[in-house]
């Protein structure tokens, strides 16, 4: 894809990251597993938005941050790096912008980064949206589809955008536009400084687990499956560092401070 160059062995090195084996072709089955195994390996975190790292949106900055140093990131960073990823190994991939919605309905225009990806058939690939649809969406059917994640359904709106509702309530709506990584740099850097911000207000780590999810918001671990919710209170600096280490795989040499890295 162009603006997203990153070679063979950051390839290799990408999918060994996400335990999946190396596609034989850019297909749709490929496609899924490739999703799914991104979001039960890489976490969706704003651990640098509160540790003062500057985030760089160009493709080797941000699967280095996977790769090498086995981090995750937010939607920009996540859904930036699996394109890198997706273009090295053949597949059609173009940024799209989104709007969150909230309860005033969809916020600004590059609120949100997502990806549409072709087998040749359209799918709306996003790894990086926290809690969301384990596997792609079809972008080209208005029927409802069942995903682990819930129900979905993508509509389009007058102006040709296109609305992603989940159990019947709107998500985000995106924009059919191709973008480039650089499109997104103010909407970053507004989400890591701005004391507007939820990410800058909060401090999140969450993780598709094969029995539901895995979650630590500041000190508080909610952890979901089978079993129903279990919610933990965790106590000292110590146990926040075990559980970033056991649950995510994130070594930190001290517990990120809400607020502490904002500009």
């Known amino acids: 894809m162009n603006g997203l160059p990153i070679d063979d062995a950051r390839t290799s090195a990408y999918l060994a990251r996400i335990g999946a084996a190396r596609p034989a072709r850019p297909d749709s089955h490929s496609l899924r597993e490739l999703h799914r195994r991104h979001l039960l390996t890489v976490p969706f975190e704003n651990l640098s ?18 790769v090498e140093r086995r981090r995750g990131g937010f939607c920009y960073e996540l859904n930036g790096a699996f394109a890198a990823l997706l273009a090295a190994l053949g597949f059609p991939v173009t940024l799209l912008a989104a709007r969150v919605f909230g309860d005033g309905g969809p916020g600004p225009l590059f609120d949100h980064l997502a990806l549409r990806v072709e087998t040749p058939r359209p799918w709306l690939v996003d790894v990086g949206f926290g809690r969301h649809s384990t596997y792609p969406l079809r972008l080209d059917s208005r029927d409802e589809q069942a995903d682990p994640g819930g129900l979905f359904r993508v509509e389009e709106t007058p102006q040709g955008d296109l609305d992603v509702l989940r159990d019947g309530v709107a998500q985000y709506r995106v924009e059919q536009r191709p973008r480039t990584l650089a499109d997104f740099a103010l909407g970053c850097w507004w989400h890591r400084t701005s004391p507007e911000s939820h990410f800058t207000r909060s401090l999140v780590c969450s993780l598709l687990t094969e029995e539901g999810r895995v979650t630590l918001s500041g000190r508080t671990l909610t952890s979901t499956g089978g079993a129903g919710r279990h919610e933990e209170e965790l106590a000292g600096d110590d146990a926040v560092l075990s559980a970033y280490r056991e649950h995510f795989g994130i070594v930190l040499d001290r517990v990120p401070a809400p607020g502490a890295g904002r500009a």
């Open 49 to 66: 938005v509160h540790a003062g790292e500057d985030i760089v949106l160009d493709a080797d900055a941000l699967t280095h941050k996977i």
